[in-house]
């Protein structure tokens, strides 16, 4: 085995929890409004900030860790989006913390995931733990 795959399997996974992910959420739509996101990509800047405060309040996490979420929760929120679209008459409800739809939309929606290959179903089904909808950060 080599010396980095070595290395790489010593490193503990990331153990995000809701108000973790609630916290660094609410961070980069701070970094965003303070323009630190000037493309597609967080700055140096945006960066540091969000790695100094996030890890004041919980003291855990480099920027390895928080780019990962970052890209996890990116890819979670275009499967969302591909999911919802620009679609209108749909509700949430915050408790459930679930989409409020017809039973056709339903069925129309269950019909089109079935279409997907099995791993990115299963991915829907970790989406709502993921991404609380309050959070609407432009990821495109």
């Not at 990509?41 to 860790?65: C, E, L, P, R, V």
């Not at 339903?106 to 909808?133: G, M």
Request: aromatic share 12%; with cysteine.
């Amino acid at each position: 085995m080599s010396k980095k795959l070595m290395q790489d399997s010593n490193i503990e996974k990331a153990k995000w929890s809701t108000e973790h992910v609630e916290l660094f959420l609410d961070l980069c739509v701070m970094e965003v409004m303070a323009r630190n996101r000037p493309g597609t990509h967080f700055n140096k800047i945006g960066w540091s900030n969000m790695i100094q405060k996030f890890n004041d309040k919980t003291g855990k996490y480099d920027k390895a860790k928080l780019k990962n979420k970052w890209d996890s929760l990116k890819k979670t929120w275009k499967e969302w989006h591909t999911l919802i679209g620009r679609e209108t008459g749909l509700g949430w409800d915050n408790e459930k913390k679930t989409i409020q739809a017809s039973d056709e939309w339903w069925d129309k929606k269950i019909k089109f995931i079935c279409t997907y290959p099995l791993s990115l179903r299963r991915y829907f089904q970790q989406a709502e733990h993921e991404v609380n909808t309050t959070h609407w950060i432009e990821f495109a």
